[in-house]
Nanobody, 123 residues
Framework: VQLQASGGGLVRPGGSLRLSCAASGFRLARYSIAWFRQAPGKEREGVSA????????YYAEPVKGRFTMSRDNAKNMVYLHMASLKPEDTGVYYC?????????????????WGQGTQVTVSS
């Protein structure tokens, strides 16, 4: 069972990035999937999460209206499209999978984690 996050990089404020999360060894469609991020010196925080049951997507308040999470069950992939990026979006972004409900408020519900991809928003 493995998750692989990719797509991070350096982008100017106002720019966009698309992160990808690929799963191997299990079907993502059966799990709730979330994106978390961790900025230097700060605790990890939830960004978005998508339900396995009905595909409902939840967003943390700081990213609402700017980030869009989606999943492609056929490709066993999850994506996070990030637009209007701000310096405070800088951090390592992780994708995570869990059998329970989708939430951005707790990382304890997620059993599987990718290795993280660095996103840096700077001019």
């Amino acid at each position: 069972v493995q998750l692989q996050a990719s797509g991070g990089g350096l982008v100017r404020p106002g720019g966009s990035l698309r992160l990808s999360c690929a799963a191997s060894g299990f079907r993502l469609a059966r799990y709730s999937i979330a994106w978390f991020r961790q900025a230097p010196g700060k605790e990890r925080e939830g960004v978005s999460a998508i339900s396995s049951s009905d595909g409902t997507v939840y967003y943390a308040e700081p990213v609402k209206g700017r980030f869009t999470m989606s999943r492609d069950n056929a490709k066993n992939m999850v994506y996070l499209h990030m637009a209007s990026l701000k310096p405070e979006d800088t951090g390592v972004y992780y994708c995570a999978a869990g059998p329970g409900i989708a939430t951005v408020y707790s990382d304890l519900l997620y059993d599987y984690w990718g290795q993280g991809t660095q996103v840096t928003v700077s001019s």
